[in-house]
């Protein structure tokens, strides 16, 4: 085939099954590259030497990637495209192969190891942003970014509607179906369009790609995966299961901070030639840095609501919520927060940020709405879901503009070359912040359930007719969070377990305020950035090879 002769692919998932029948194919069709990628080490190292010895004059290289680990693979499309130039085809089977399993399974066990694999291969598709900020003039990008989000829509925003939906009134099944169509139709459409500039065009004659790899920062890089692994393993570990005052959860907290601070001093003052995280920009203060900020504030308040608002929609409504219809919408509502700020947040708004302009503006009125309506939430009880439901999606709403705005304005402002490691930098900054926070706000939560509990249980209990007697096998069935354990209560009927279950619903609530409490508690101008200028050009087969300016 002469659109793959010569070519560069990359293909992830390719230890097994279609990926690997996918790279032969690539190596077989005239691709003098092939880059293969998987979580199974071993199976890389027999494909490598299968392609190799049906193929040899084709180049075929391996990557290690943990798919499930967002950051993981940002950094895996960043050295794709910044450092090796020109990614003729780029596939992705993890997860194809998992849905047809899914979809086939017979037994619980084959159907939760086919979820855990579909849940691996998620990460990758978190590149969009980055691709298309690579492919759109800056003018178009914003346009660009709600194309690519229209259909996302269907699978997170309504997603856990359609799949009760599909289990009720089809199969189960179909959940899978759907997703393998949406599958070959994504892999056909990069396998065909998607063509970036090659590694000459990017660096012409200067170095080879083997120099490039050299020029890799391999210090830095062990310094900061190994911080941030055990930094957030302690802060993900402390209140829940382990107390923060646990020698392991302050061992990992502690040992990962120094950890990144030893980092942090390597990329400043090592002078390594290709630093992992260039210190210079941080210099720019009102631009990259205040963007970091204003990505890492959104991820934080994303990634916390996304743990914290289903589970109180949980506790406080749950006497509301009886049909499986209103539990899917529910679902929906709290779940699926990616449904409110990719379809009205991005896509009825997002593109009007380009036109609009004056992004300082639109950033104080968003953060303003924002604000509102989170502390809006702290009005919630369990009488009122429809008014929390609309406040949660109010809140969310400007937090998708800002985090996609964020990713996009930071490539406009940085060079061609950095595309990919600003991006990286922000969205990184933006996961750990993320779950930093979300470890305080579970914190902040653990800490004031047991007073508001004795506040509004225990007396709702005794006004029921419980005995006083009773009070201590009512404290350890409440907090075990057992329901089942409020029958075995001695002097425990209906009415009181009524006026029990209305009462820790009260006081969930009043918990989750002070969680809100604590989220509640500027740029330069980007106006002439908004132009023409396109960061990675397309390409034809065949087309002159000379460096992008």
Known sequence: MDLLKGGTAVIIGAASGIGQAAAIAFARDGCKKVMIGDINVDGLAERKRLIQEQYPDTVVETAAIDVVDESSVEAFHQEAASRFGRIDFAANSAGYGDGIVACRAQTMNTLIGANVMLGLSAGVHTCYAL?????CSHKHKFIGVVLVLVPNVVATGFGA????????????????YIFIMMMSASIALQYVFYRPPNFRQLHGDDRTRWEEVKRIDWVGLFFLVAGLVLFLLGISWGGQPLPWSSTRVLGLVISGGITLIVFGLWEGFSNTTNPLVPMHFFKDLRGFVVLCLISSVCGTVYLATAIIWPSQVAVIYSGTITSWQHIAWASLTNANYHCVRCLVGMIFIGPFVGIIKHVRIQFIVLMSICVAFLGGLVSCNPHNFGQSAAFFFLAAMPLG???????LLVQMDSNDADLGTVFSIVFLIKSASGSIFTSVFIAILNNKLPAELKKYVIPAALQAGLPQSSLTA????VT?????????????????????GSGLATAYAAAYAYV????????????PLFNDHISRKIYKSGQNDAPTQ
Request: proline share 3%; aromatic share 10%.
């Open 131 to 135: 691709i298309i900020g690579e492919i």
């Open 401 to 407: 503009i800002m985090e996609m705005t964020a990713r």
């Open 480 to 500: 075990s969070g057992n329901s089942t354990l409020l029958t075995h209560v001695p002097g425990m009927d209906t009415a009181i377990e009524a006026a029990v």
């Open 161 to 176: 509607y359609i799949a009760l939906d599909l289990a009720h009134n089809a199969s189960w099944r179909w959940v899978y």
């Open 516 to 527: 809100y409490y604590a989220a509640v508690a500027l740029p330069k101008n980007y106006d």
């Open 474 to 477: 009512l404290a350890g069935a």
